[in-house]
């Protein structure tokens, strides 16, 4: 019998690519990591494994195990979803317990306060704990179980990669912004964005969804942006253009209240969040009950064709 404790970290090598990288994030030694998927070998009586320099690489065999062990794992998370269903609906009571939420800034400062309080509201036992995080980071954390539930965006420029192990609904499509000190005009993003070509850009850390979204947009329309300043609040950089330092690109929820003298031109762009949780998670009450407060807290956003999963 194959043990699905081994058959995650199998699958987490096939994500991280290093042995190294799987023992970090799952808080093991290097050592006990390599124990484990040796036995996993054994048990599996074929090699699922060979070294390449410093790199592990999957046999076909390790390749088509991982595949079954996202069909284990999601039917896991299933299981445990059904569960918790049911003590829900014996206790007759709230939720209780922990749940751990990821949240990129703009949606930190600008949706989950309310959702929180829609969700203490209805489920006054439920603790939930958040943790503001990059959408790029989420992934792995949620697969590690360091995350329950995140909010997560993709931009036009920057679509979401896949993931076998994760699921998403939808939740909010708002559309971008360039903020100048100025007004702007063209015959669509490419012209808006080619009256800012020569100007000095801010941009979000490089590495982030944002800053990949400012340089393809710029790129798209004809050029490279110079970027003088790399700032992740959108507050901070509105506040920024405002004194001069720049343009940028900002989506609407980060573009709430401008500092006096700037400008926002709407662009054709969009940026839509989503709900990210482990595939097979989507009928956990608790998830449910969170995606229900995010509703309560987003109605003049929520994309068209939003359901509950379940």
Do not use: K
């Amino acid at each position: 019998m194959l043990d699905v404790r081994r058959l995650r970290l199998l699958r987490e090598l096939a994500y991280r690519g290093t042995i190294a990288a799987v023992a970090e994030a799952l808080t093991f030694t290097p050592s006990a990591v390599s124990q484990q998927l040796a036995a996993l070998e054994r048990e599996a009586g074929v090699a699922l494994l060979e070294r390449t320099g410093r790199r592990v690489v999957l046999t076909p065999a390790g390749v088509a195990l991982v595949r079954h062990a996202e069909a284990v794992l999601e039917r896991l998370e299933q299981a445990a979803a059904e569960l918790a269903a049911a003590r829900t609906d014996l206790s007759g009571t709230n939720l209780a317990g922990t749940l751990r939420i990821g949240a990129f800034p703009t949606a930190t400062r600008a949706i989950l306060p309310s959702a929180l309080a829609a969700l203490a509201q209805s489920h006054p036992g439920l603790d939930p704990m958040v943790d503001e995080v990059d959408p790029a980071e989420v992934a792995p954390r949620l697969r590690a179980g360091e995350l329950d539930v995140a909010l997560v965006h993709e931009y036009d420029f920057v679509p979401a990669e896949p993931d076998l192990a994760l699921d998403a609904v939808p939740l909010l499509d708002e559309p971008m912004y360039l903020a100048t000190m100025h007004n702007v005009s063209g015959e669509g993003d490419a012209a808006t964005l080619l009256t800012c070509r020569d100007a000095p850009w801010i941009a979000s850390t490089p590495g982030t969804l944002c800053h990949a979204m400012t340089v393809r947009a710029c790129q798209a329309a004809g050029f490279s942006p110079r970027v003088r300043h790399h700032i992740d609040d959108f507050a901070t950089v509105l506040a920024m253009v405002a004194v001069g330092q720049g343009v940028a690109l900002v989506p609407e929820l980060g573009a709430a209240d401008p500092p006096e003298g700037v400008t926002l031109t709407a662009l054709s762009m969009r940026r839509r969040t989503r709900v990210a949780f482990r595939r097979g998670a989507g009928g956990h009450p608790a998830v449910v009950a969170l995606i229900a407060a995010l509703r309560i807290a987003t109605p003049g956003f929520r994309t068209p064709g939003f359901r509950t999963p379940g």
